[in-house]
């Protein structure tokens, strides 16, 4: 359990996060992964790194579990301000890794773990890949500056502002997933496309990685930052508190209760005669976290 750091291949190194239940980290999680990607890109020998997870999906944000408990133990924000501190140390990491990180994504990728493959250089994921930002229905704000990495602008935000997710065909299809394969090639896929990486010339990559970041249109620390400032700001106003601790169900039912009303409305129409009705399309049921759902079902099951 934890960070840890492997050499399957030489010039590869694989960092892998694994924090049962669903890899929601908690503080010091963070700054252990941004402290073992950055030593990899460090490594002399390494020209590829290799961003992976164990267990049920890749990334499910941050251990709100632990900043409920702080904030209830000491009244304070201190979790809160070092989550937020981690994160940003991390994300940093994987785009400022002086060798290229791609990252090999299953099943759910959330919060944070956008900020990870936002900032890679590849990404491989798996069929059952998801990938959102549930952060309006956990009193947050961030991240924003990764998802525009992944998707065109007016999808991040509207998979901003709903809080869904989409699916690792989408993000292939919008050019930001390099292959999307079964979840049982998903290593091999990643490793193959870092060994074709890591065979060119280590001085030059490490060039070709400077140059790379150097004439990115965004500079994404900067701009991560300045979402952080509206986090604090949630926080500091009460709202955050009171989102995150209904998970947002209060939005949730207020939307419920206006499509419901919209729906009595079409059917019966303004002076209350009931109007003719086309068959409804049949409902499309979507797996957790899909395209139709809140993408939050991993932070749900880490606060149980």
């Known amino acids: 359990m934890g960070v840890s750091t492997s050499s399957p291949e030489k010039r590869i190194s694989v960092v892998t996060v694994d924090f049962p239940p669903v890899n929601a980290l ?16 460090r490594d002399p020998g390494t020209r590829c790194v290799v961003l992976t997870a164990a267990g049920r999906g890749f990334n499910a944000g941050v251990d709100i579990k632990e900043m409920q408990r702080e904030a209830r133990e000491t009244a304070g924000h201190r979790a809160l301000v070092g989550a937020n501190r981690g994160c940003f140390e991390a994300f940093a990491a994987v785009y400022e890794c002086e060798v290229p990180v791609v990252a090999a994504v299953h099943g759910f990728c959330l919060g944070g773990g956008i900020g990870l493959v936002g900032n890679a250089d590849a990404i491989v994921a798996s069929e059952d890949a998801t990938f959102g930002l549930p952060e309006l229905d956990r009193g947050a704000l961030g991240a924003a500056t990764h998802l525009a990495r992944l998707v065109p602008g007016h999808l991040m935000r509207a998979l901003y502002y709903t809080a869904r997710t989409a699916t690792a065909a989408e993000l292939h299809a919008h ?20 060994r074709e990486i890591a065979a060119k010339d280590g001085e030059l990559i490490r060039l070709a990685k400077a140059a790379l970041n150097g004439i990115d249109p965004v500079d994404v620390r900067r701009s991560y930052r300045f979402e952080q400032g509206f986090t604090f700001e949630a926080n500091l106003s009460g709202v955050a508190d009171r989102v995150r601790d209904t998970f947002g169900r209060e939005a949730t039912e207020a939307a419920d209760a206006a499509e419901t009303a919209a729906a009595a409305r079409e059917v019966t129409g303004a002076t209350g005669t009931p ?26 099951e880490a606060r149980q």
């Open 26 to 41: 908690p503080v010091r999680g963070w700054f252990d992964l941004a402290d073992a990607v950055r030593a990899a890109g």
């Open 275 to 300: 109007r003719r009705q086309t068959p409804a399309a049949p409902e499309e049921h979507d797996e957790p976290g899909g395209p139709g759902r809140s993408g939050q079902h991993g932070e749900q």
């Open 175 to 194: 050019g930001s997933v390099w292959r999307v394969v079964a979840r049982e090639e998903l290593r091999d896929a990643a490793m193959e496309l870092a």
